[in-house]
């Protein structure tokens, strides 16, 4: 078949060849080459899961005064985004779901969540993952529509895209998700977008930005769930890490323009018995030069749900490398 230069334009925007760019953050200064942080966690879960299977994946922002969790919770069967309240972080008063997927569109069954909830004064977004398991797309909560799709045949992110986290930076929203294409067992490594709208999004051109580690690492099977700030000269990022028998913990990146990212040798474990075996899902509040973390963890060492998971709190205080080892 003989195919014009009409057809494969409409072939290549059908399967996602368009959306790309060349960016990056604005730069910042770069800090102390020998910062790292140490991660000291409350020793009991902030929110249990209490009337479900798991609770997991906190998006944390400060409204109207309060604080505001728009966070995971599964039934056994569904995966749904809820909402609780705080005035201090620790205690919360649970309110109402926000989203459950709709059978009928695009979103299935399973989820709506893993979601990303960013403040605009008295506005919030939520970016959330929905679709078929396996094969997730990201919409916005405002429209339930898809934002940002899997990439085209053959690249880092054609079978699914999940976890957004975004931030702001300058004119920019940047969302920083998970991509996992077609190997076997599939990769999870990291990419980033971004977006003058929220809605419209170009993906890097050089993505994924963030690769799994070396066979034996803490993230040799996959990465992801990234949470991301701006702090003591750098971006920062936490990121999930799996190993080969399904443990998560928290790895820890930094960079001065949000796309070349030097892993840390900081490695964080859950440090009680309920998180023991995943710790997981960050998301990150500065405030008042506190670095505050929520975060999901689990006693079973599962890859998606049916591991105990609840809802728990630390902080990420600053040290130095060469006094840390």
């Avoid at 994924?208 to 993230?219: H, Q, S, V």
């Amino acid at each position: 078949m003989k195919l014009t230069w009409a057809s494969v334009l409409t072939c290549c925007l059908l399967s996602g060849c368009g959306g790309y760019a060349d960016f990056t953050l604005p730069p910042v200064s770069g800090g102390d080459p020998k910062l790292t942080f140490a991660f000291e966690e409350w020793p009991e879960p902030v929110m249990t899961h209490e009337g479900f299977t798991d609770v997991l994946n906190p998006s944390v922002v400060r409204e109207n005064g309060k604080l505001a969790n728009y966070y995971s919770a599964f039934d056994g069967r569904t995966w749904h985004t809820n909402l609780a309240a705080s005035d201090d972080g620790i205690h919360w008063q649970r309110q109402q779901t926000q989203l459950s997927p709709d059978p009928h569109t695009w979103e299935g069954s399973y989820i709506a969540g893993n979601g990303s909830a960013w403040m605009d004064g008295a506005r919030v977004w939520q970016w959330y993952e929905a679709g078929p398991k396996e094969h997730f797309q990201i919409g916005l909560a405002a429209s339930r529509q898809i934002v940002l799709d899997h990439g085209p045949y053959m690249s880092w992110d054609e079978r699914a895209v999940a976890d957004p986290y975004v931030i702001r930076a300058g004119p920019y929203f940047y969302m920083y998700y998970l991509g996992q294409d077609r190997a076997d067992p599939p990769r999870q490594r990291m990419g980033v977008a971004r977006s003058t709208d929220g809605v419209h999004w170009e993906k890097l051109r050089t993505n994924p930005i963030l690769e799994t580690g070396e066979p034996g690492a803490f993230d040799e099977v996959g990465l992801g769930e990234p949470a991301v700030w701006n702090s003591h000269g750098f971006y920062w990022m936490l990121y999930t890490g799996r190993d080969a028998k399904e443990h998560r913990r928290l790895g820890l990146a930094r960079s001065t323009d949000g796309v070349r990212w030097q892993k840390q040798s900081a490695v964080f474990s859950g440090a009680h018995a309920w998180d023991s075996a995943v710790i997981c899902d960050p998301t990150v509040l500065v405030e008042n030069g506190q670095i505050r973390v929520w975060f999901g963890g689990g006693d079973r060492a599962s890859p998606d749900e049916g591991l105990n998971g609840q809802i728990g709190y630390g902080t990420l205080r600053p040290v130095d490398a060469t006094l840390a080892k």
